[in-house]
């Protein structure tokens, strides 16, 4: 595969990314309304912690977890395209981002401590956690099938 093909599906992949983080968006926010949670802030306390950032209030910390969700999920998506590229497709290309993506969550997270680790989750919001994940792959990899004809 030549270079500008790796980049093109890379490319396609950042687009499915938003896509996949539109869908995994609507799924956690009814989610968290039916549970009457608010939403996870644990991606962004670990982005904080990395970067060297402190949101000075509430509303900040709030600014900056949208903008690490969606960067992040964008920038996963862009791993789905690369995963085509490498020759995987369809649902083998998915099933391998759902499990890179969920995890890395699941070593990341608990080790910057902003998460407990699986085993100490509990099954109900671990289910949870996968299901938000599940959605995010699956509408990446039909967006990108659909970019990718």
């Known amino acids: 595969m030549k270079l500008g093909e790796i ?3 890379f490319g396609k992949g950042l687009f499915a990314g938003v896509a996949g983080t ?8 009814l989610e968290a309304k039916l549970r009457g949670r608010g939403a996870s802030t644990a991606p962004a306390q670990a982005a904080a912690k990395v970067l060297g950032v402190e949101p000075i209030d509430e509303e900040a910390m709030a600014r900056f977890s949208n903008i690490v969700h969606w960067g992040y999920g ?7 395209g690369l995963l085509t590229a490498a020759g995987l497709s369809g649902p083998a290309s998915t099933a391998a981002h759902l499990g890179l993506l969920w995890g890395s969550e699941q070593v990341m997270l608990p080790a910057l401590e902003v998460a407990p680790p699986l ?3 509990g099954l109900k919001e671990a289910s949870v956690d996968a299901l938000h994940h599940f959605v995010y792959a699956v ?8 970019l990718d004809r």
């Open 7 to 9: 980049a093109a599906a």
């Open 22 to 29: 539109a869908a995994m968006t609507i799924s956690s926010t």
């Open 74 to 80: 964008t920038a996963w998506g862009g791993v789905r």
């Open 119 to 121: 085993p100490e989750m």
């Open 139 to 146: 509408a990446t990899g039909i967006t990108y099938s659909l």
